[in-house]
Nanobody, 129 residues
Framework: QVHLVESGGGLVQAGGSLRLSCEPFGRTFSIYAVSWFRQAPGKEREFVAG????????SYADSVKGRFTISRNSAINAVSLQMNSLEPEDTAVYYC??????????????????????WGQGTQVTVSS
């Protein structure tokens, strides 16, 4: 089990930027594949972006491609989601989720909510028009 701590959410105007951060409490992120999901009111939780254990592969939902960037920062043991050109449709609670990857050659990405073993508490992102 790993406890995830998210930060960086808030209120921003359309066209603005936010940077979300996810850190594991007391663990290293180097053995986990990490993804961000989001859930808007009345909607199902959906995949936003993911990064493989090595950091060599990333994946994005079509709705955020070219605007969001997921990255690892080994120096501070965190995974970030840089969100630019935000739109009101991006308003949601954003969750960090991880899956333990035992095989170091496994470069897969968690795109399904069910493939993740641990979740953060979520951070609210609100984009005003």
């Amino acid at each position: 089990q790993v406890h995830l701590v998210e930060s960086g959410g808030g209120l921003v105007q359309a066209g603005g930027s936010l940077r979300l951060s996810c850190e594991p409490f007391g663990r290293t992120f180097s053995i986990y594949a990490v993804s961000w999901f989001r859930q808007a009111p009345g909607k199902e939780r959906e995949f936003v972006a993911g990064i493989s254990r090595s950091g060599g592969r990333t994946s994005y939902a079509d709705s955020v491609k070219g605007r969001f960037t997921i990255s690892r920062n080994s120096a501070i043991n965190a995974v970030s989601l840089q969100m630019n050109s935000l739109e009101p449709e991006d308003t949601a609670v954003y969750y960090c989720a991880v899956r333990l990857v035992v095989d170091s050659s496994d470069d897969s990405i968690n795109t399904s909510p069910s493939s993740n073993t641990n979740w953060g508490q979520g951070t609210q992102v609100t984009v005003s028009s």
